[in-house]
């Protein structure tokens, strides 16, 4: 079966006219009725009556004519929906992020600039993040600390300081300048699990200026330690970007060497021409 020869008889089928649907195809008059006579021949078959004013549907033809319009005006459907996609009026974006304080502003811009889009977030660890996108179970993901590795685009978007986290009437919470690595050491402290991006600078930090701190809970969320610090069990850590506004606990910077994490956002390699994901990495904020 040729589908040439089917679209132009559905094109003839809905204008009428051989000239019309010549135009509607964008080909010649003449192209038109050779791929009808063609098509005709094959099935021995007569699909259309021509007059000199007008052109007619025959039985057989009529039939045929509710098959071709059902099959094209589904590839129309086709070609309007991706277009939409094209154009980013439609589509849909898996996003991943290791925390919701970097990637929320940036969704918030992707839904001013193109609000036909639908987006899942999957928030989760580094780790995890960082496994969703490789996976390709996350479009984009927004990740800290990442090291470059072969089929992975990474662009950089900002730095955070590392910041101590400590109740609000203690001596530190008016100290904005902020607090010296080495006042932590012996210190009692709330902090995140070891895998986490934050504890992992926070120890590589102390190590390197060896700072003992005394660790009394590992906690598995920002929140726990937010809790915890506000208890007054312990001064916590937390990232600049992600300091709350609780007016229970204060965030002053940690004065000190390697207390910088890098944040970037990531896509695979060979997807970042997508035009979806072009456009998100287009409303990131550089840093």
Known sequence: MNLFQLRAFDAVAREGSFTRAAARL????????GH????????????????ARRVELTEEGTKLAAITRAMFGLAEEAQA?????????????EVAADGPHMVMPMLASL??????????????????????LLSEHADV???????????LHLQGLSESRICALVPAGHPWAQQSKGVPLKALDQVIMVLREPSSITRRTFDEACIQARVNPRVLLELDSREAVTEAVAAELGV????????SHDPRVAAVPIIGEGLVNRHMIGC???RRDLRLIQAFFGLAPVG
């Not at 929906?81 to 974006?93: K, P, S």
């Not at 916590?236 to 300091?243: I, N």
């Open 141 to 151: 993901a927004v990740l800290t600390e990442v090291e470059p590795r072969k089929g």
């Open 81 to 93: 929906m991706l277009e939409a996609n094209r154009q980013l009026l439609t589509g849909r974006l």
């Open 236 to 243: 916590g850590v937390v990232s600049s970007v992600e300091v």
């Open 268 to 270: 695979m390699e060979r």
């Open 26 to 33: 964008f080909i010649s008059q003449p192209a038109v009725t």
């Open 111 to 132: 839904r001013v600039r193109y609000p036909g889009i639908t987006v899942n977030l999957r928030l989760g660890n580094a780790q995890e993040t960082l496994a969703a």
């Open 36 to 51: 009808i006579k063609a098509l005709e021949e094959r099935y021995q078959i007569t699909l259309l009556r021509r007059t």
